[in-house]
Nanobody, 121 residues
Framework: QVQLVESGGGLVQPGGSLKLSCAASGDIRSINARGWYRQAPGKQRELVADITSFGFTNYADFVKGRFAISRDDAKNMVYLQLDSLKPEDTAVYYC???????????????WGRGTQVTVSS
């Protein structure tokens, strides 16, 4: 089994910052791409940012330089630094990793359960 657990969400004022973390555990052989998604009430889940195994990053247009994704291969983690937060950034943030398990061939996507980010004054 593989488990992903997000942390770091919370309530923050507009213009504030948060750093989200996602830790993967279980029978992991290797991790390829990692990403962060978000889902606001009544809306579909959308990509925020992702990062390849080579460190190449991709961001949604609405990020506009406010967020930064990073990874720590030794710790099987991915991070998302959120700066200059806006009320419209309020959502549940989920991490996703493409994982190759020790016991299986190939890579499969795994999701965390999400962490709530609320931006409000």
């Amino acid at each position: 089994q593989v488990q992903l657990v997000e942390s770091g969400g919370g309530l923050v004022q507009p213009g504030g910052s948060l750093k989200l973390s996602c830790a993967a555990s279980g029978d992991i052989r290797s991790i390829n791409a990692r990403g962060w998604y978000r889902q606001a009430p009544g809306k579909q889940r959308e990509l925020v940012a992702d990062i390849t195994s080579f460190g190449f990053t991709n961001y949604a247009d609405f990020v506009k330089g406010r967020f930064a994704i990073s990874r720590d291969d030794a710790k099987n983690m991915v991070y998302l630094q959120l700066d200059s937060l806006k009320p419209e950034d309020t959502a549940v943030y989920y991490c996703k990793m493409s994982v190759r398990r020790v016991s299986l061939w190939g890579y499969n996507d795994y999701w965390g359960r999400g962490t709530q980010v609320t931006v409000s004054s």
